[in-house]
């Protein structure tokens, strides 16, 4: 064993004396959910902490350990946690009903106040962010009539076979830097992820490449304005919002955008 692996066994150990309620809910999660966790992202060694309660910028863990939520549910809880606003407002909302599958005052509201802060006039709301990006690359080859999407190496937009490519692989899966294999995760077939383009992270010149090798037949590209799966990776501030809009959406990407 080396010294990394030697510290990382040490605080992996630490950990475990502190959560020892969360070890014993993922044992009794494990034994009906797959890999103890509702999403695979939750996912961690040694174990993930289970969190009982939240406030404010705080959560606490069912063995009473506080910390800051810096993740703040994928960005969901940007007002913080139990905001009583919120909870006044969702507690209202459960004493009438809460699904119906029909539409309901509601969503006009929403979708005025979300067109007012974003400038952007018509809105679809969705379950899941997986949901969303699916609907988006289904948008993107309704709207253009072609195949090929563009998408980020080692970023995650979804679980969906058109977006499941790429994302964690073994150094020798990677393929050359200038252009990334293109490995589809498990259960999605060859075929779907032959579909997609893979860029690296930061690189206008390969995606530039890209554009030139498949004139006419990209949909569109998918992409976090920072890589977030990976922990917050920001990207370099290169080039202005519209000659990089102009770039993707054109192809033509001039020598000082790279």
């Given at each position: ?27 009794r999660a494990s034994e009906f959910i797959p890999g103890g966790v509702a999403s695979s992202w939750a996912s961690s060694r040694p ?74 006039p018509k809105w679809r709301f969705n379950n899941s962010g997986s949901e969303a990006t699916m609907d988006a690359i289904h948008l ?21 076979d058109s977006v499941l490519v790429s994302i964690f692989r073994s150094v020798d899966q990677l393929g050359p830097a200038h252009n ?79």
């Amino acid at each position: 064993m080396n010294e990394l692996d030697k510290r990382i066994a040490s605080e992996e150990a630490a950990l475990l004396a502190r959560i020892p309620g969360s070890v014993k809910h993922h044992a009794r999660a494990s034994e009906f959910i797959p890999g103890g966790v509702a999403s695979s992202w939750a996912s961690s060694r040694p174990v993930p902490i289970w969190v009982e309660r939240g406030e404010g910028a705080y959560v606490w863990d069912v063995d009473g350990n506080k910390y800051i939520d810096f993740h703040a549910g994928y960005g969901a809880n940007i007002v913080g946690h139990a905001n009583p606003a919120i909870v006044r407002a969702v507690q209202d909302r459960v004493t009438k009903g809460t699904h119906f599958a029909q539409p309901s005052p509601d969503i006009v509201t929403v979708a005025e106040l979300l067109a007012q802060r974003f400038g952007l006039p018509k809105w679809r709301f969705n379950n899941s962010g997986s949901e969303a990006t699916m609907d988006a690359i289904h948008l993107m080859r309704a709207a253009t009539g072609r195949d090929l999407i563009v998408k980020i190496e080692g970023g995650y937009n979804g679980h969906h076979d058109s977006v499941l490519v790429s994302i964690f692989r073994s150094v020798d899966q990677l393929g050359p830097a200038h252009n990334p294999t293109r490995t589809p995760g498990e259960g999605v077939p060859q075929a779907v992820a032959d579909l997609v383009r893979i860029v690296p992270f930061n690189d206008l010149a390969a995606l530039e490449q890209v554009f030139a090798e498949h004139p006419g037949q990209i949909a569109g590209m998918i992409m976090e304005p920072m890589m977030m799966n990976a922990g917050i990776i920001v990207p370099e501030p290169v080039i202005s919002r519209e000659s990089a809009t102009s770039c993707i959406v054109t192809g033509r990407c001039s020598p000082s955008m790279k």
